[in-house]
Nanobody, 116 residues
Framework: VQLQASGGGLVQTGGSLKLSCQAS????????MGWNRQAPGKQREMVAF???????NYANSARGRFTISRDNAKNILYLQMNSLKPDDTAVYYC???????????WGQGTLVTVSS
């Protein structure tokens, strides 16, 4: 399984970005898909995740500003990020988990930089 993240870039405070994660196979088989991020000098942290029935969970820092969604027909996971802040600067990684095999898969990351 390959996960290809894209959509990162440089944006000003208050701006928006939409990240995409293209999977190499059907994402319908993944029980959970999500986004994590790692800022310079910090540990990787969960941003948001979504399960197969569409239940969404967000980190407190993302709730109200970010929206996670999945398009099973296109095999793409999205993260719409609005009202971006400098603290959102990080490498964002997409993640997928398949329960039947207890396998975790990670994408290569896409860099988001928010300037003040």
């Amino acid at each position: 399984v390959q996960l290809q993240a894209s959509g990162g870039g440089l944006v000003q405070t208050g701006g928006s970005l939409k990240l995409s994660c293209q999977a190499s196979e059907s994402i319908a088989s993944f029980n959970i898909m999500g986004w994590n991020r790692q800022a310079p000098g910090k540990q990787r942290e969960m941003v948001a995740f979504i399960d197969t029935i569409g239940t969404r969970n967000y980190a407190n820092s993302a709730r109200g500003r970010f929206t996670i969604s999945r398009d099973n027909a296109k095999n793409i996971l999205y993260l719409q990020m609005n009202s971006l802040k400098p603290d959102d600067t990080a490498v964002y990684y997409c993640h997928a988990y398949r329960a039947r095999s207890s396998q975790n898969y990670w994408g290569q990351g896409t860099l988001v930089t928010v300037s003040s």
